[in-house]
């Protein structure tokens, strides 16, 4: 399975984005989904994981303005990333967590003034 994540763009600081992660085989129902994200010069690092049970987390400085989700079949999944923030600007992958799909091309969100 290699995901394909879409709805990245430019957007101002304090703006909001929600990208989407179309894959099959209702692997997000049967593995835990994650979120991803790469900055320029970074590691790619987790940002945001649901559990298979439902359980979301998410970390460091994106608590409290992502919400992560998916739909019932597990096929489609969802970053709504609220008051983003310049050091928000990274190319944002989905993937299972731990990592077990092919890494998709990411979309590319960039927050500036």
Known sequence: ?????SGGGWVQ??????LSCAASENIFRK???????????????????????GITTTLGSVKGRFIISRDAAGNTAYLQ??????????????NTYP??????QGTLVTVSS
């Open 31 to 53: 593995y835990d989904l994650g979120w991803y994200r790469q900055a320029p010069g970074k590691e790619r690092d987790l940002v945001a994981r649901l559990t298979t049970g």
């Open 1 to 5: 399975v290699q995901p394909v994540e």
């Open 81 to 94: 990333m609220n008051n983003l923030k310049p050091e928000d600007t990274a190319v944002y992958y989905c």
């Open 99 to 104: 990592v077990g799909a092919l890494w998709g």
């Open 13 to 18: 600081p304090g703006g909001s984005l929600t």
